[in-house]
């Protein structure tokens, strides 16, 4: 079974500028969520979605958007640029249950100049 | 709001040490317990997890207890190796439909031949 997939793995852009990141869940997860990774914040959580519906939402600015297809993939938007969204944000698919695993794609890197 | 206190790094060890890695959280109601992993340039891997109190969650010679009493999920191990070298997250999720994981800053973790 092929595992979260993410892309791409690394982007670089300039202040300003928006930026659409993609992931697809393993087959048969219908939740996905979005975490940014950053040595100063440590991990943060941005949104989860479910059945193409936004479920849960994270302490983020409304530059952070996302959205969810009919067959679970998803991708994040963030628009306006700031050099603070320099991170790792990483995907992560699960089954829906108490407890149930997420299961984490490798990220994309994305460097803000 | 819930929260997940961790052990601060960076942890040395060497090859064959006893490993503990202090965690403890806040949470209302009985929240799910994981301890992730995180080797270098790689997204997070589940490595064990304890949906109730009292459960023990193993895996790769690792353990950690769910001890509601002292709202605390210490990770250990008896024998640590060079490959156990990596990031470890300690995190909870709440409740059924809320996939939301809540991340302490992460343990780094060294261990010298």
């Known amino acids: 079974k092929a595992g979260v997939t993410q892309t791409p793995r690394y982007l670089i852009k300039t202040r300003g500028q928006q930026v659409t990141l993609s992931c697809s869940p393993i087959?048969?997860?219908?939740?996905v969520s979005w975490y940014q990774q950053t040595p100063g914040q440590g991990l943060q959580f941005l949104f989860e979605?479910?059945?193409?519906?936004?479920?849960n939402k994270g302490n983020f600015p409304g530059r952070f958007s996302g959205r969810q297809f009919s067959n679970s993939r998803s991708e994040m938007n963030v628009s306006t640029l700031e050099l603070g969204d320099s991170a790792l944000y990483l995907c992560?698919?699960?089954?829906?249950?108490?407890?149930?695993?997420?299961?984490f794609g490798p990220g994309t890197r994305l460097t803000v100049l | 709001g819930d929260s997940v206190t961790q052990m601060e790094g960076p942890v040395t060890l060497s090859e064959e040490a006893f490993l503990t890695i202090n965690c403890t959280y806040t949470?209302?109601?009985?929240?799910?317990l994981f301890w992730y992993v995180q080797y270098p340039g790689e997204g997070l891997q589940l490595l064990l997890k304890?949906?109730?109190?009292?459960d023990k969650g193993s895996n790769k010679g690792f353990e950690a207890t769910y001890r509601k009493e002292t709202t605390s999920f210490h990770l250990e191990k008896g024998s640590v190796q060079v490959s156990d070298s990596a990031v470890y997250f300690c995190?909870?999720?709440?409740?059924?439909?809320?996939?939301?994981?809540?991340f302490g800053t992460g343990t780094r973790l060294t261990i010298i031949p």
């Open positions: 992560a698919s699960s089954l829906v249950g108490r407890g149930n695993e997420q299961f």
């Open positions: 087959s048969g997860h219908r939740s």
């Open positions: 979605y479910f059945s193409e519906t936004q479920r």
């Open positions: 949470a209302t109601g009985y929240p799910s």
């Open positions: 304890a949906t109730k109190a009292d």
């Open positions: 995190a909870l999720t709440l409740s059924f439909g809320n996939e939301k994981l809540t």
